[in-house]
Each structure stands twice: as structure tokens, then as C-alpha cells.
């Protein structure tokens, strides 16, 4: 080591304080694609990696991450000085690999990814202080206060204050002397109170793993029995494969109350937490204490606590959304992913990742049990499940013997649906005889029927009847959606809203405006006017306003206080409801149009989750699906309840194409506000394109949604075969061209949004 430079002048020669000191890589949460370097002051020795410390960053400070030791690359003189150490738990070496990980796969700079890490920067400072009163010895002796009646008990109920408990406010106080807290604070300076700063965490009940649950069917036993087992015994991924009301979540509770058992930690990844809400009550009802959860809606002081809690211990239960994952788990044990399938736990924003896939990057490292539960797993799944990669835990049977309803194609040309009356004239509907029959007889039956259209809103579309003009948004390449009961038309890419026009924008017809295919809004206006007894709500994620009021709403489906649902995706999945028996899906093909790769199978999941929420009590389901095209392989998948075979033949397609899992794809979109500038780069972002053995590039071309946000967007998609290591090409790829100002490339390794 040489020694450092003696004189300590100049405003960079910080370092030269401390000699040769010892250097450490710091990582810091913004776009940065490695860690700085910095000295380590002798005081903050030892400074091991994953401690959190302050740095100077240009003239600001922040917050870092020991990374590692410090490259030498760096001269002495430049060096500056790490300069506080945090006092909260280091970063564990897991997450730190799972940062490094997610940031080497997506290609996201690193302290992007870390950002994720430390996404609540102020949860690292400690709590600010309360007043707590204790007694002192002395009393009102030497003090020039007068002894009154109010006096007396206060100090009597603070010297019998318990000492294991921390002092208290002077509103508890004053409580339990019955008097006033202002003679409290008068005693405080008077002299005859001590006034102690006390810090207090909130407190969190733990759950308690010893509680009973339900005595589970022999085929749930032996799935609970393996998934115990592996939650023993480090690092291992299990597909819990069970039907629809098979009861996967009591089997994966088992496996929780083993490793909450063992005093270690767990986390419950679900993908919309908000309409999920009856989990949390479902796992208080089974572990006497509610989970802490994690999802984005979450009132800043609240993630504030919870994650503090987290680092330090003292929660053992998160139920969260994919960042949940990133969460900074001392000793994490064991890692749910409910609904592995669903798209929602790609995150199309920021960093692309999957927080599935990282869910098992982080148990490989963390050397932890994963569990991947659903009744339509992924083809990525279920492969790594027949491979052996993964342990396969099915559970081929409805708890307490309940049949799973086999779907029945209901061919919307053959039955076409009738009009109906709006105020004397004919209006459009959607609803065919035989599924308003269906309805019918629920109904008479005191039974609940499910109406499921996957669109929010009245209408998707708005035409003029004279001139064929359709509304659209002014930001995006996407028509406008009416709502009726707000008055307003919306974009759902960018928020835009406009109320509805008087006249056509382009003809000015008066009057000419038509709204064009259903809503759920629309649907219900014409179940309304058929079924005027019936009792129905609309579910929609923004006609739930958060997930109070969702599972509120669920709560009284449950209860029987509601005959039709009309709803969209948020009823698809997880939801339990005892007296519902008919499925209706009016639009069975609304998710097949688009050429995105996984719209078969994503149709297939929605659906079939769907038609399992028909039946799963006593009383047998049915489930009718609108079709225009019941020949449609995945159709005829639905209606043969035979999830199996879909996929093989789902499997074969995209084996043959060599589209994922069997080969690699990613996304690179090229956006800006100026459309030829965006054009341009595509196409030398094509010229420069990787060549190389199983590597094909495609595009540019425009993407689906070719205007988003007034951003022109092309895309170039790399297909690979799945032995070559994507990440490197796309890198070098990047670094060869050179972007005009103003255009943006977006890389999403594994996409799966293809608009
Ligand atoms: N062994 C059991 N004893 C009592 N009740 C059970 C048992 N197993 C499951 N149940 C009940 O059956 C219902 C369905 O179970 P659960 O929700 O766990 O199924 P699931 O497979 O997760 O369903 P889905 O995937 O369709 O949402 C729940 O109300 C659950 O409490
Ligand atoms: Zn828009």
C-alpha cells in the first residue's frame, strides 16, 4: 500500500485525513450501472458489505449500500470519505445478489434496481421521539409547587408505573390519575416530573403458528405434508397445482405455520393486493393476527413502519405486491407466489422484472423454499415442473367433494341476443336467451350469478352514425372510453378525459354520437331493465374505491346480499362465494384479438378462473361462455375443462415458432415526441443489429400502440434460441448506436405487455 499524500488542503484531498484508507464500493440508489468508490473513515471500521451509510454524491449526500471493497482504480486524491454510518440492519447478502441479479437480467442500471431495495428512504431514520413522565425520587420536595389533591395522584400513579414499561404520555398518565394532562406537564416543569425522551416502535401482535386450521382431505395432507417438508430444507421451487376451490391456500398455510414455527419470516406475493382483500382476513381468521401488507396504495407513514418493522424483525407475515419482494427481510424462510401465472407481477414500468422468476432468484440465494400456487400455472411453470426442476404438488379435487363446472360453449350466431326496450325503443343487448334463461332460473333458485366482461366503462368505442368518425385520444392510438356515470370520455393509457361532445368533432352532426359494443356499464343498464327485482352491483377496479371497500363488497356477495355480479377481471380469481352457481362470460373473445404471444394462454387462465368460481360449495355450478368462434382452440380447451391439454397444444405451437419459454425474446421500444427522429433510430438501431447464430432480429415496426402519451413508439424485438445469452448482445447492441436527442430505448428482456 502506498501512503497517501500528507497535506490535507484542497476540497477534494477529504481522504488524505485518514492516510491509505481502506476504500469500499458504495451502490446508490439512483441510475448508476456500478458502485463509487469511497474511503473509510477509521471511526466507522468495520464497514462490512450491505452496511447503509451516507456518501457525498457531486454536492449533494446519500444514501448507499456497502457494496464491496473499493477498486483501486480510482487516485487517492479524488477519493472522498464514506460519512455516516446508518444504524439499521445491513442489507442482507441475498437481497444484495437479488439486486445484482435483476439488474444483470433486465439490464436495468443496478442502482435502479437498488432503489427498489431502499424505496422508503426515510424508514431508515429512527422514530421521532415522544415525551414520556416518570417520577423522581424527590417528589414535590424542593420543587415551588403546591401539593394538591390532582398533584398527589399523579405522582402516585407515576412512581407505581411499572418500570418495564417505557414511560408514559402525558394524556395515559393524567388517564390513570383521573385528572387533567396539563397537571401532568405543570408537574413536568415544575421539576417534580422527569420529562424522558422515549422512542417507541408501533406494535405488531405476531401471528401464532400453534393455532389449529381445518382438518385438511387426504390429497391436501400429502400436498401440506410435502411443502412442510421443503420448507425445511433450504432452497427448493414447488408448483402447488390445484383445481379451483381446491383449497391451496390452506395447503401453503401449512407450509407457512412451518416456518413461522421456526421463527423465520414469510412472504405472501399476491398480484393485485387490493382485489385480493379478503386474504388478510382469511389469514388472521386461520394465525390470529393480521399480515403486514405491501402494495403501492399503502399511506406513506404506513410503508414507513412496515418497512422499518420488516428490517428489523418484528413483522414475520408480509402479504405484498411484486415489490413486496425487494422488502428488507433479515430471515426470510419461505416465499408464496400466489397465481404465479398472472401478467400482473411484470412490472411494464421502471425496471421490467418479473417478480415471479425473482421471487426464485432470491430463494436460490437466500437458500429458502418457494412456492409457486396456481390452478392455471404458466408454461413456463408447468415445464420447469415436468423437467423436474420444480416439485409438482397437485391437488386434483374441490374441497368437500364440490365438482369443478365444465364449461358450455354458447355460439353467439346460432343465439343471437334479442333487443330490448330502453324507454319504449329498441336498444342493443348482449346477452343471449339461453344465458338470460340461465340467469332466470338462478334467480328463482336464490342462487348468485357472475356476469364477466373484462371491459370498465360503458362503451369502448364512441362512432358518428353520419360520418363513421370514432372518438379518439389526442395523447394515444387508442379510442376513448365512455363512462357513463362519471359523464366522461377516458383514455386508459394516459387518463386523458373530455366530456361527451354535443355535436360529432368531425361532421358536427347533432346528436350522431353512438356508443359501440359494451361495458360492464352498459351491460348493467340492460340487466337492470330485464331483471328489475334483482339486487346486482358492478365490480370494477374504479367502481371499487380501494381495498377496504372491496372487501367489503365481497363480504356482502359472500353473505348473500347481492343476486348479480357484473364484474370484470377483479372477480376473476380468489374470490370464494358460497351461493354463487352461474358463470355467464359475455365476450369469451375479447382477449384473443392482438397478435400477442400470450393471448391464448392468458385467455385460457382468465377464463377458466372465472368459470371455477361457479359451484364451489354445495350447490353445482354452471358456466356458459358467448362465443363467435366456439371452434377456436382455446374454446374448445375451456369447454373440455382440460387445462393439460391446452398447454401441450400450447406448447407445441410456440416449440415450433421457438417463441418462450423455448426460446428468448426481448423488446427494445424506441419512443419520442418526434416521429421521424424515432423512425430513424429504429432503423439504425436494425443496421446495427446483432449477428449471430440463433439470433434473428425483427422490426422496426410500429408498435401496437404506435402513440402513447404523444410518444411515437417502434419496436425491434430480438429472438433468440434459448442457450444464448441475450444480455450481452443487447448491451454491446445499445452501445453501437447512437441516439438522437430526444428518442428513448426501452429494453424489456422477456416482454409481456406487447402494446
Ligand atoms: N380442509 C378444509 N376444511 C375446511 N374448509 C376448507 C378446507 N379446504 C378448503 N376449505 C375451504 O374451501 C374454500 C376454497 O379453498 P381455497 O380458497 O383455499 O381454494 P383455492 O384452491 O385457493 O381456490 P381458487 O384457486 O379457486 O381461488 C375456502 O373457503 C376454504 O376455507
Ligand atoms: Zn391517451
Aim: a neutral charge; glycine letters at 8%; charged letters at 25%.
Amino acid at each position: 500500500m502506498t501512503p497517501g499524500p500528507a497535506t490535507a488542503g484542497g476540497p477534494d484531498a477529504g481522504a488524505s485525513l485518514f492516510g491509505a484508507s481502506r476504500r469500499v464500493a458504495v451502490l446508490l440508489p439512483v441510475p448508476v450501472e456500478a458502485p463509487y468508490d469511497y474511503a473509510v473513515p477509521p471511526e466507522l471500521e468495520p464497514l462490512d458489505p450491505g452496511a447503509l451509510v451516507r456518501v457525498p454524491l457531486g454536492k449533494r449526500i446519500e444514501l448507499g449500500v456497502v457494496w464491496g471493497e473499493g477498486a483501486a482504480d480510482v487516485p487517492e486524491t479524488k477519493l472522498r470519505p464514506v460519512l455516516e454510518r446508518l444504524d439499521a440492519p445491513a442489507m442482507t447478502e441475498s437481497l444484495r445478489h437479488l439486486v445484482e441479479w435483476c439488474a444483470a437480467y433486465t439490464l436495468a442500471p443496478m442502482g435502479q434496481v437498488l432503489r427498489m431495495a431502499l424505496s422508503v428512504p426515510e424508514a431508515l431514520d429512527p422514530p421521532k421521539p415522544r415525551t414520556g413522565y416518570s417520577a423522581r425520587v424527590s417528589g414535590l420536595e424542593g420543587t415551588s409547587l403546591r401539593a394538591t389533591d390532582a398533584r398527589r395522584k399523579v405522582l402516585e400513579a407515576a412512581a407505581r408505573w411499572p418500570s418495564s414499561e417505557p414511560p408514559p404520555s402525558a394524556a395515559d398518565l393524567a388517564r390513570r390519575a383521573g385528572v387533567g394532562p396539563a397537571v401532568v406537564k405543570g408537574l413536568a416543569e415544575g421539576g417534580a416530573l422527569a420529562a424522558v425522551p422515549v422512542v417507541e416502535e408501533p406494535d405488531i401482535p405476531p401471528p401464532d403458528p400453534r393455532r389449529p386450521g381445518p382438518t385438511l382431505s387426504p390429497d391436501q395432507a400429502a400436498a401440506a405434508d410435502t411443502l412442510r417438508a421443503a420448507a425445511r430444507s433450504g432452497f427448493s421451487v414447488s408448483l402447488l397445482e390445484g383445481v379451483t376451490g381446491s383449497g391451496k391456500t390452506e395447503v401453503y398455510f401449512e407450509a407457512m405455520a412451518e416456518t413461522l414455527a421456526q421463527g423465520r419470516q414469510v412472504l405472501v406475493l399476491l398480484p393485485e393486493i387490493a382485489l385480493t382483500a379478503r386474504w388478510p382476513e382469511r389469514f388472521r381468521q386461520r394465525f390470529g393476527a393480521p399480515p403486514a401488507p405491501w402494495h403501492s396504495d399503502l399511506p406513506r407513514a404506513q410503508r414507513r413502519d412496515i418497512w422499518r418493522a420488516v428490517a428489523f424483525g418484528r413483522v414475520s407475515v408480509v402479504v405484498g405486491a411484486r415489490s413486496a419482494l425487494f422488502l428488507p427481510f433479515p430471515d426470510l424462510g419461505l416465499i408464496i407466489v400466489d397465481e404465479e401465472h398472472d401478467g400482473a407481477f411484470k412490472q411494464d414500468d421502471g425496471v421490467p422484472y418479473n417478480a415471479r422468476d425473482m421471487a426464485v432468484v432470491r430463494g436460490r440465494a437466500g437458500g429458502l423454499a418457494v412456492v409457486l400456487a396456481s390452478a392455471t400455472p404458466s408454461l413456463e411453470t408447468v415445464l420447469n415442473a415436468r423437467s423436474g426442476r420444480y416439485t409438482h404438488v397437485p391437488l386434483p379435487r374441490r374441497h368437500g367433494g364440490a365438482e369443478v363446472p365444465t364449461p358450455e360453449l354458447l355460439d353467439l350466431r346460432a343465439h343471437p341476443p334479442e333487443k330490448w326496450q330502453r324507454q319504449g325503443v329498441p336498444a342493443q343487448s348482449f346477452l343471449a336467451p339461453p344465458l338470460l334463461k340461465a340467469m332466470e332460473e338462478t334467480l328463482s333458485r336464490r342462487e348468485q350469478s357472475l356476469l364477466f366482461l373484462n371491459r370498465r366503462g360503458y362503451a369502448p368505442l364512441t362512432l358518428c352514425r353520419v360520418c363513421g368518425h370514432r372518438l379518439q385520444c389526442p395523447n394515444c392510438s387508442t379510442w376513448l372510453v365512455e363512462h357513463r356515470h362519471r359523464r366522461v370520455l377516458q383514455c386508459h393509457h394516459c387518463d386523458y378525459r373530455t366530456p361527451l361532445p354535443q355535436k360529432c368533432p368531425s361532421c358536427e352532426a347533432p346528436d350522431a354520437l353512438a356508443p359501440c359494443g359494451p361495458g360492464v356499464e352498459r351491460l348493467a343498464e340492460e340487466v337492470a331493465a330485464r331483471f328489475p327485482k334483482a339486487r346486482m352491483v358492478v365490480a370494477a377496479s374504479d367502481t371499487l374505491l380501494g381495498p377496504t371497500a372491496a372487501a367489503e363488497l365481497m363480504e356482502r356477495i359472500e353473505q348473500g346480499a347481492v343476486d348479480i355480479v357484473i364484474g370484470t377481471q377483479v372477480m376473476a380469481k380468489g374470490h370464494h362465494f358460497p351461493l354463487l352457481t352461474l358463470v355467464g362470460v359475455v365476450d369469451a373473445d375479447l382477449g384473443l384479438a392482438g397478435g400477442d404471444l400470450r393471448a391464448a394462454e392468458r385467455t385460457f387462465q382468465l377464463l377458466h378462473q372465472v368459470a371455477g368460481r361457479a359451484g364451489r360449495a354445495q350447490r353445482p355450478g354452471r358456466v356458459l361462455l358467448q362465443t363467435t368462434d366456439p371452434a377456436h382452440p382455446v374454446m374448445q380447451a375451456l369447454a373440455a375443462n382440460d387445462p393439460e391439454r391446452f398447454l401441450s397444444v400450447e406448447a407445441e405451437t410456440r416449440n415450433a415458432l421457438m417463441m418462450p419459454p423455448f426460446g428468448r425474446l426481448v423488446a427494445l421500444i424506441v419512443s419520442g415526441l418526434d416521429e421521424r427522429a424515432v423512425i430513424e433510430a429504429g432503423k439504425a438501431l436494425a443496421r446495427h443489429a446483432p449477428y449471430a447464430e440463433d439470433v434473428e432480429v425483427l422490426g422496426p415496426a410500429p408498435a401496437p400502440l404506435a402513440v402513447l402519451r404523444r410518444q411515437h413508439r417502434h419496436r425491434l424485438l430480438l429472438k433468440a434460441a434459448r442457450s444464448v445469452r441475450v444480455q450481452p448482445l443487447v448491451r454491446d447492441w445499445l452501445a453501437a448506436v447512437r441516439l438522437p436527442p430526444g428518442v428513448r430505448v426501452r429494453v424489456d428482456v422477456d416482454p409481456y405487455g406487447f402494446m
